[in-house]
């Protein structure tokens, strides 16, 4: 069965660093548009980033410029390194997984949840002022 475990969460101060990974199986890896969510207690779910299959990448304009979005085909794993990171990106971080025509991304910028079968359980990231 598809299974996708994230990991990398933590607490940080603001304006560090965290990297996130995201392990599939199950999956034809190489035909899925791969995505990181996030949410926080009492809000939606907010897509964070896009990847196709062949490397397009796509943000949401609240990480765009310090978030990058990156997979490992080979690897199966997805990842989101996250710079300068702010107390307003502390939320549950969830990867995503949407079998496309050869991977491609066909949702909105950050990712739309809809648009997602299959998602991860998610890892905690806190970000202290």
């Known amino acids: 069965q598809v299974q996708l475990v994230e990991s990398g969460g933590g607490s940080v101060q603001a304006g560090g660093s965290l990297r996130l990974s995201c392990a599939a199986s199950g999956i034809a890896y190489n035909s899925y548009c791969m995505a990181w969510f996030r949410q926080s207690p009492g809000k939606e779910r907010e897509g964070v980033a896009t990847?196709?299959?062949?490397?397009?990448?796509r943000y949401s304009d609240s990480v765009k410029g310090r978030f990058t979005i990156s997979r490992d085909n080979a690897k199966n794993t997805l990842y989101l390194e996250m710079n300068m990171l702010k107390p307003e990106d502390t939320a549950m971080y969830y990867c995503?997984?949407?079998?496309?025509?050869?991977?491609?991304?066909?949702?909105?910028?950050?990712?739309?949840?809809?648009?997602?079968?299959?998602w991860g359980q998610g890892t905690q990231v806190t970000v202290s002022s």
């Open positions: 995503a997984a949407a079998a496309t025509y050869r991977g491609y991304c066909y949702t909105s910028p950050g990712g739309r949840a809809s648009d997602f079968a299959y």
């Open positions: 990847s196709s299959s062949y490397g397009s990448t």
